[in-house]
């Protein structure tokens, strides 16, 4: 079993910054993917940014410019820096690891973490 922590939400003014820091442990023989997605009031889970394990990023457009994705293979541990937020950026994000957790298998398995809650003042 993976757990994932996140933590680092909080209650911002437009145009300000946020870290979001995301911790796994338990059982991992090696992490693949890590991401950040979120989830608006009444609206579907998307797609933030992604990272694979040698640092290629991927962005949603409407982060582009302001959110930097970013891991450290060594603790386990996947960082999302939003600057100049948004009213827009109000949400919950979730972190999500694609993690292999044997080194004698080649399965992958997915796990999210519970949520942060980022809200954005205008």
């Known amino acids: 079993q993976v757990q994932l922590v996140e933590s680092g939400g909080g209650l911002v003014q437009a145009g300000g910054s946020l870290r979001l820091s995301c911790a796994a442990s338990?059982?991992?023989?090696?992490?693949?993917?890590m991401g950040w997605y979120r989830q608006a009031p009444g609206k579907q889970r998307e797609l933030v940014a992604t990272?694979?394990?040698?640092?290629?990023?991927n962005y949603a457009d409407p982060v582009k410019g302001r959110f930097t994705i970013s891991r450290d293979n060594a603790k386990n541990t996947v960082y999302l820096q939003m600057n100049n937020l948004k009213s827009e950026d109000t949400a919950v994000y979730y972190c999500?690891?694609?993690?292999?957790?044997?080194?004698?298998?080649?399965?992958?398995?997915?796990?999210w973490g519970p949520g942060t809650q980022v809200t954005v003042s205008s």
């Open positions: 999500r690891s694609w993690v292999r957790p044997y080194r004698t298998s080649p399965v992958e398995l997915t796990y």
């Open positions: 990272i694979t394990s040698d640092g290629s990023t």
């Open positions: 338990g059982s991992i023989f090696r992490i693949n993917n």
